[in-house]
């Protein structure tokens, strides 16, 4: 199934990440950990794309596992260290492997550099590409508090834009800790005259330590009543792990009651977690 369609669909969606191993060894409790997740049925499931595309191979097994479950997956794929014959190559994978929906991105610049010759600088060139390629429903990620490299919000979704013009046809977001911050970004997008679907991009952060590398990455802002949690828990882990899981939650009701239809959840290969947060809306998914 298409994820624009899951996602225009009546009912709230509610849907789950995994990201595949680094190495061979850690492939198969990946695996399972992303089977677990299916079985709570989300509305559809992610699994994201190593940086420079070394396990590219386990991102379509894991994906391909998923749907034999009978949920649907969304393959991400970033292109910046990529030559086009391997996109295509990768394309042709999935299509024969009957994955249908594909999330355009460009990928982080590399720690080591840029290839000499760079065939891709932006995901929107991914996105024409996947769309001349045909077959898939192509989504792109967007960033409520602007693009780490991007200079202002006007800037950021004037790119946005393009992306859309070149075939994406839905948006997932970069984390964020406040709603309001994600309100204030539809708003833009809408002013702008952007109006494809945007899934809310959830992550419950369930120890001191990622909070700290994520937002050495992302930029996040971090609200007052998310550090006093943070403060208090962070050096007890059980009880880091439940307050992050309400805190994500008090945000995922806050957007359906705001009327964001379709909510993604960084579940980072822990079932426990999706598993709680599943529980803690089984009435407000029905
Ligand atoms: P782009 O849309 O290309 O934007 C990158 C920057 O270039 C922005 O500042 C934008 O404003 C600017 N820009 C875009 N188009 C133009 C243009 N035509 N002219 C000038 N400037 C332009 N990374 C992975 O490696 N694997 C993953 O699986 C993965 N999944 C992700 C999922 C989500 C939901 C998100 C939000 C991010 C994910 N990332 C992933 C990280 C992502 O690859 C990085 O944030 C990367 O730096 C940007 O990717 P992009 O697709 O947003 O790039």
């Keep these: 199934m298409k994820v624009i369609d899951i996602i225009n669909g009546r009912k709230p969606s509610l849907s789950f990440e995994v990201f595949p191993p680094k190495t061979s060894d850690n492939f198969e409790s990946v695996m399972n950990a992303a089977i677990k997740i299916a079985k709570l049925e989300p509305s559809f499931m992610s699994v994201t794309y190593g940086a420079g595309g070394g396990t590219s191979e386990y991102t379509t097994d894991i994906a391909e596992a998923i749907a034999n479950t009978g949920v649907t997956p969304i393959a991400h794929l970033s292109c910046i260290s990529s030559t086009k014959e391997q996109i295509h190559n990768l394309l042709s994978t999935l299509k024969a492997r009957k994955i249908e929906n594909i999330l355009a991105l460009r990928g982080d610049i590399p720690k080591e550099g840029l290839p000499e010759k760079m065939e891709y600088h932006y995901a929107s060139e991914l996105a024409s590409e996947i769309r001349e390629f045909g077959g898939f429903c192509i989504g792109g990620a967007c960033y409520p508090e602007n693009h780490p ?138």
Excluded: W
Excluded at 173 to 181: A, L, P, R
Excluded at 215 to 220: E, P, Q, V, Y
Excluded at 258 to 272: I, R
């Design 149 to 286: 490299e991007s200079r202002n919000s006007t800037e950021d979704i004037d790119n946005l834009k393009k992306k859309i013009e070149c075939g994406c046809e839905f948006l997932t977001t970069q984390m964020f800790f406040d709603n309001n911050i994600l309100y204030n970004f539809m708003y833009r997008l809408y002013r702008t005259g952007v109006n494809v679907p945007v899934v809310a991009g959830i992550m419950p952060v369930t120890n001191a330590i990622q909070i700290k590398r994520i937002c050495s990455i992302s930029g996040n802002t971090l609200p007052q009543r998310f550090l006093r949690l943070v403060d208090r828990y962070g050096d007890k882990p059980e009880a880091m792990k439940q307050a992050g899981i309400a805190y994500a939650t008090e945000q995922i009701i806050d957007l359906f009651a705001n009327g964001v239809n379709a909510v993604h959840v960084y579940s980072m290969n822990k079932p426990d977690v999706a598993a709680a947060i599943r529980n803690n809306l089984s009435e407000i998914l029905k």
